[in-house]
């Protein structure tokens, strides 16, 4: 069966973005593919978070999964820290990774303008920890967001080097996966860029309902339109963006109706996508406060995800050894 590996970072709980970038179709590939869902807890550490937060935050991504619908009897979820094997090939892909190359990713060039005083080795060579991640199982596809792409080509890179380098073909390139035509970006409530923890435009799955009104009515938008069936601006394309994910369709050419012949109030507009947005994760909320009380089911799913992970990772690295050279 063909292998399916991504990876969520640790930082807090999931919003919208990660939900709708990657979750919704980590749940419906467990399906069809032989999953494997781990969280990033090594990646976090380019930003030093504390210890106790680690701990804390990859609790919280395991019960937000679970609250999800991701199955552990249908597929492997397991913390990347519990997978040494990762490190071993992070290294090998690291020699053959190049400074120029590293430094041209956007994100690298995003944090280190974010964080300046703490541009470290692992910023830069985030890419190349996220391609053995992937490469590690020899996955041939990726449900991320449309952000990633930029580390999808460098995974795929290096899969190509290293098979150039040692005149094989043993690792398949990787594939972004989605299920709609287009890569996923779910966009801000505050009119700019995408959804993300770093940006403080979040919602949050386990956000309550006061808490989703609010933040909702309080997103950017503009004047109204100022004649017929013009163009919508960037920060009204991103509250329909929102709506198209979460509301029924008839709810969104309402509103596009409105836009298009002037009528639209934007306080409806937000009332509508707030309730949507509430009815959405409700049920979901719910059951991140049910597995969230349970932390021996939590541990127990991360431990025997990591025992199959480890299966994977190490049958690869046995193999990556072999043909770099080293004596088994
Ligand atoms: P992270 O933790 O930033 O985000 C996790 C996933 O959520 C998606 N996502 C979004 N999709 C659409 N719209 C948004 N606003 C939005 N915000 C986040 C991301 O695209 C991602 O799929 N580098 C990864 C973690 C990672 C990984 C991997 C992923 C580490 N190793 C190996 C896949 C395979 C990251 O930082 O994602």
Known sequence: MEKVVSGIRPTGNLHLGNYFGAVTSFVKMQEQFDCMFFIADWHSLTTHPKPGDITKSVDTILA???ACGIDPSKATIYVQSDVPQVLELYLYLNMNAYLGELERVTTFKEKARQQPDNVN?????YPTLMASDILIHRALKVPVGKDQEQNMEMARKCARRFNNIYGVEF???????????QAVKIPGLDGSGKMGKSQDNCVYLKDDEKTIRKKVMKAVTDCGPSQPNSPKPEVIQNLFDIMAVVSTPDTVEHFDTAWNDCSIRYGDMKKQLAEDINAFCAPIREKITEYSSNTELL???AREGAEKARISAQATLDEVRQIIGFHK
Not at 171 to 181: D, G, I, L, V
């Open 64 to 66: 937000e999964y679970l």
């Open 299 to 301: 541990h127990r799913v």
């Open 171 to 181: 690792f398949p390139e990787p594939q972004s996966f989605h299920f709609t035509a």
């Open 121 to 125: 080795a692992g910023l830069l060579t």
